[in-house]
């Protein structure tokens, strides 16, 4: 498997661009959170790297890594959109708690499977998707009394 640095210099030249001292960073720090994140964490993940970073390069350069194949978002949560890298990572979706922002990863064969089937069934060739459900973890659920 091919390093995400060596993926997203390939992805910058397709687009004429260059491999900059921040993107660098950028996608350094990414990769460090091994985490779910949003644009803030990944701000001060930089900021506390090289001590002044510009908001609005981290802005630019998120949807290149996103176009790269790199990272996706996810979900937007409590504190706005929540990215993950994709390298490395099993495909997998989300339960997100709109309460508390707790979210809970997970895999399950019979999605994949209707998925695929409905795909089939219509003529479409599917490249990506993304399944992310929202509503209350069990500790809110219980502190709201709401009922499954």
Sequence with gaps: MENPRDIFIAHLRRKGLFLTRERRLILEAIFSLRKHFDFDELYDTVKKRVGRVSRATIYRTIPLLIDSGLIRDVFRGTSGTQYEQVRGLEHHDHLLC??????????????????????????????????????YCRKCALIKRVKA
Excluded: N, P, T
Excluded at 120 to 125: L, Q, R, T
């Design 98 to 135: 709109v309460s508390c922002g707790s979210y809970i990863e997970f895999k399950d064969e019979r999605i994949e499977r209707a998925q695929q089937e409905v795909c089939k069934k219509h003529g479409f060739v599917s490249v990506d998707h993304k399944l992310g459900i929202r509503g």
